[in-house]
């Protein structure tokens, strides 16, 4: 931090930031911010997709088939689901 005096940078919930804005960037800083950014629409899509990841049983599906391909009755018995289910899981 630099020795000029200026008054604490504070948040939006009024909580005082611990460093001072506006802050020095160069562009080889590894510390940088990132030069794009999502837009909320991609991160809205990415957040959806990532949200079907967080089944338990989806991921343990896809933790099986990344191993071997399997068809839906053998999925069924060595999960202890019914194929039903299973099915309904692989269309999502």
């Known amino acids: 931090m630099s020795d000029r005096s200026t008054e ?38 990415l957040s959806e997709f990532l949200g079907f990841l967080a089944d338990p049983n989806r991921l343990r599906i896809l933790s099986i088939l990344a191993a071997k391909e399997m068809c839906v009755g053998d999925l069924a018995a060595m999960l202890e689901m019914n194929e039903s289910a299973v099915s309904h899981q692989l269309r999502m």
Request: net charge negative; hydrophobic share 20%.
């Open 8 to 45: 604490p940078v504070t948040s939006e919930d009024g909580e005082e930031l611990c460093c001072e804005a506006p802050h020095p960037t160069h562009p080889d800083d590894a510390n940088s911010p990132p030069t794009e950014m999502l837009s909320v629409e991609k991160a809205q899509r």
